[in-house]
Nanobody, 128 residues
């Protein structure tokens, strides 16, 4: 079992920044062996992939719309994954979830179904 707890959400103006944190716990295997992803779900929309940090090297990957503005990073010693979000846009208002993929894939999956464990989410609201 893996437990994930998100924090850092809030309300900001367009163009401002937020940093989300995802605390990972509960698995005997070290966090380094877990791919951790961030997804978001806007009101009335499907949940979508935002970014992920791969197991092992921590190689990041991003959905196209956030490249250059969002940065995912991880501190395996603290079992925490961060999502730095800059230049936020109103359309990025959503509940942001972190999720864990414990299958040691060769590349990051963007598919929600490949993530086995989920946090409860943190709300991000961006006003214009």
């Amino acid at each position: 079992q893996v437990q994930l707890v998100e924090s850092g959400g809030g309300s900001v103006q367009a163009g401002e920044s937020l940093r989300l944190s995802c605390a990972v716990s509960g698995r005997t295997m070290a966090t380094i062996y877990i791919t951790v992803g961030w997804f978001r779900q806007a009101p009335g929309k499907e949940r979508e992939f935002v970014a992920a940090s791969s197991w092992g090297s921590g190689t990041p990957d991003y959905t196209a719309s956030v490249k250059g503005r969002f940065t995912i990073s991880r501190d395996n010693g603290k079992s925490t994954v961060y999502l730095q979000m800059n230049s936020l846009k109103p359309e990025e208002t959503a509940v942001y979830y972190c999720a864990a993929d414990v299958f040691l894939r060769k590349s990051i999956s963007f598919q929600e179904r490949d993530y086995d464990y989920w946090g409860h989410g943190t709300q991000v609201a961006v006003s214009s």
